[in-house]
């Protein structure tokens, strides 16, 4: 069970990326609302599946209870990458406000699933009615998002920036012929042709930023939450409910989350280092030093590194805010960034990448974690 995290993570981060490069490849092939709607409507699908395997008496079938767990883990993680990667090409065409909210809004949501987790230890005493909950609230988030999608063409807003661009194509390979006039281009009519947006001029333009990117979420989820979760009190011997049953649900989850959701709020205001200053990935690199500091907390169970240098309740709770706010703040930049610094024709495209780089970042992480919890 100390590494079912690890596992975990690593099991749902596979299909993110491999459906991030199915994904590029359809970005000028497959219309962007097909692909968003047709991840939602997959995603409700199989919630509402699970759903009612909530109330299916699973004890005779374990193994293949497993199985299929497994199986509609996979199918979720791989639409959701596809719903994401595209929403986030999508507004990478809109002002860099409407990218921060979208990314944001990732955080809040993940602050609002720990807040209702604690909720739910707290008053919960039946774990069937809690998962049921939770699987109805997704059910009716999940179909909202489906009903607000098909209405955002609407908005006048919204079809002004979601007016089609010239697909990239690179015709000498030089990365200038990318960013020629804007203007030009946002006038152009959507090409007949159909084709894969050139990868190598994107890699070159973004490879500060995916660097920053792909290291930041490699240390961020090569501490969470395999390393927090198994951070014990020092005062659990106490028995009282704050040591024993909410220690970790809320200096871990609730904590990180919310310090996260922080991170990425404080970009609406503040938005430095540039995305060609040498200082973003320089504080990027920094962020290794919470490897060391929480390996030293009361990790526990411990079997090669015995001591702990961190003899307090306080330092956890410190990493755990400095990590969420790092991770919000300096991710958010690098995101925000990447579909401002190509043409408007390549935004989307960009965008695709930008989310590759994340889940690169993440699975590193996570494969990682699981050889550095055996090592503690």
């Known amino acids: 069970m100390n590494y079912f995290e690890s596992y975990f993570a690593v099991a749902s981060t596979v299909p993110s990326v491999l459906c991030l490069m199915a994904n590029f490849v359809l970005v000028n092939r497959v219309p962007v609302r097909v692909r968003v709607l047709t991840s939602l409507t997959m995603m409700l699908a199989i919630f509402m599946v699970m759903t009612i395997l909530v109330k299916v008496d699973t004890s005779s079938w374990t193994n293949g209870f497993f199985a299929v767990t497994m199986v509609c883990m996979v199918l979720i993680s791989s639409a959701s990458t596809i719903f994401g990667s595209s929403v986030y090409g999508l507004t990478g065409s809109f002002p860099m406000r409407n990218s ?3 990314i944001s809004g990732g955080a809040m949501g993940g602050t609002i699933s720990a807040v209702a987790s604690l909720v739910d230890l707290a008053v919960s005493r039946d774990v069937t009615d809690s998962a049921l909950a939770f699987f109805l609230t997704a059910d009716v988030f999940l179909a909202l998002c489906i009903v607000l999608y098909l209405l955002l063409p609407r908005l006048a807003y919204a079809r002004f920036y979601m007016r089609p661009a010239w697909p990239a194509h690179v015709v000498s390979g030089e990365v200038g012929q990318l960013q020629d006039s804007s203007s030009a281009s946002l006038l152009a009519p959507r090409s007949n042709n159909s084709h894969t947006p ?6 070159k333009m973004t490879i500060g930023l995916g660097f920053s990117i792909i290291y930041l979420f490699f240390i961020t989820s090569l501490i969470f939450p ?5 951070i014990e009190s020092f005062n659990k011997g106490s028995g009282s409910l704050w040591t024993t049953k909410f220690f970790v649900p809320l200096t871990s989850f609730l904590l990180y989350n919310f310090a996260d959701l922080c991170g990425r709020q404080i970009t609406a205001w503040i938005q430095i280092p540039g995305p060609k200053s040498r200082l973003l990935p320089g504080l990027v690199l920094l962020r ?5 500091l929480f390996i030293f907390c009361n ?3 411990r079997t090669h590194l015995k001591k702990v240098l961190f003899m307090s309740d306080v330092y956890p709770i410190v990493f755990t805010s400095l990590l969420g706010i790092s991770n919000g703040y300096l991710s958010t930049l690098a995101l925000i960034y990447g579909p401002k610094i190509v043409s408007r024709e390549l935004a989307e495209a960009t965008g695709v990448v930008m989310s590759f780089y994340v889940n690169l970042g993440l699975l590193l992480g ?3 974690s699981a050889l550095l919890v055996h090592l503690i």
Do not use: D, H, K, V
């Open 100 to 102: 921060q909210a979208l």
């Open 198 to 203: 050139p990868l190598c001029p994107i890699l």
């Open 226 to 230: 395999a390393m927090c979760t198994n």
């Open 288 to 292: 290794t030093c919470f490897i060391p």
């Open 299 to 301: 990790y526990q169970p």
């Open 366 to 368: 996570s494969a990682c």
